[in-house]
């Protein structure tokens, strides 16, 4: 079992930066490979990001490449999120989730970010 706790969330103007935490509870937190979601209002829940245990492999949803970027602490038991370049559409609540094997069977109970125009 894992826990998760999002934070680093708030309100921000179109062009600035937030950068999100998730600390996990995982006894090995590297057997993990964690993900970064978000749901806007009204809007089906979305994939931003997502790392492998160790950092070798990321992916980005193409509507936050290059603006986004994921890491990952194994000695923190923490996954990042910095953002870059927000836009108004980035707003959401944000989870991060982990899986062992081929699903995200974990999830944070999110953070909100605004984006203000």
């Known amino acids: 079992q894992v826990q998760l706790v999002e934070s680093g969330g708030g309100l921000v103007q179109a062009g600035g930066s937030l950068r999100l935490s998730c600390a996990a509870s995982?006894?090995?937190?590297?057997?993990?490979?964690m993900g970064w979601f978000r749901q806007a209002p009204g809007k089906e829940r979305e994939f931003v990001a997502s790392?492998?245990?160790?950092?070798?492999?990321?992916v980005y949803s193409d509507s936050v490449k290059g603006r986004f970027t994921i890491s990952r602490d194994n000695a923190k038991n923490t996954v990042y999120l910095q953002m870059n370049s927000l836009k108004p559409e980035d707003t959401a609540v944000y989870h991060c989730?982990?899986?062992?094997?081929?699903?995200?069977?974990?999830w944070g109970q999110g953070t909100q970010v605004t984006v203000s125009s």
């Open positions: 995982a006894r090995t937190f590297s057997n993990y490979y």
């Open positions: 989730a982990a899986k062992l094997t081929t699903t995200f069977d974990y």
């Open positions: 790392i492998s245990r160790y950092g070798g492999t990321i």
